[in-house]
């Protein structure tokens, strides 16, 4: 089992910036890729950014290129999501997810429903 915790969301004013952390404990070892999705109000979750832990390879939603960072401390066993440039549409909650499967290709990386584990979620609230 693999234990995620969220944390750094907040309330910023549009064209602000959050780090957000994702700290994993238990069996983090066997852990192959972790992402952060996000779910505003009344939509579905959607996913935002992803790396594969071991290559440090990343994958982005276009809705985010440019303006947002994953990053990992596999040292520290912890990811990261630097957002820039927010945007009021940016609002919502988000989720760090972990999964140990072997994956290849953004769509793989992409799909809610290949990540076995998930955070709490944290919320991030942009103002105009």
């Known amino acids: 089992q693999v234990q995620l915790v969220e944390s750094g969301g907040g309330l910023v004013q549009a064209g602000g910036s959050l780090r957000l952390s994702c700290a994993a404990s238990?069996?983090?070892?066997?852990?192959?890729?972790m992402g952060w999705f996000r779910q505003g109000p009344g939509n579905e979750r959607e996913f935002v950014a992803a790396?594969?832990?071991?290559?440090?390879?990343?994958y982005y939603a276009n809705s985010v290129k440019g303006r947002f960072t994953i990053s990992r401390d596999n040292a520290k066993n912890t990811v990261f999501l630097q957002m820039n440039s927010l945007k009021p549409e940016d609002t919502a909650v988000y989720y760090c997810?972990?999964?140990?499967?072997?994956?290849?290709?953004?769509?793989?990386?992409?799909?809610?429903?290949?990540?076995?584990?998930w955070g709490q979620g944290t919320q991030v609230t942009v103002s105009s």
């Open positions: 997810a972990a999964d140990p499967n072997p994956r290849v290709g953004y769509s793989a990386y992409e799909s809610v429903g290949r990540y076995d584990y």
């Open positions: 238990g069996r983090t070892f066997t852990i192959y890729a």
């Open positions: 790396i594969n832990r071991n290559t440090g390879t990343t």
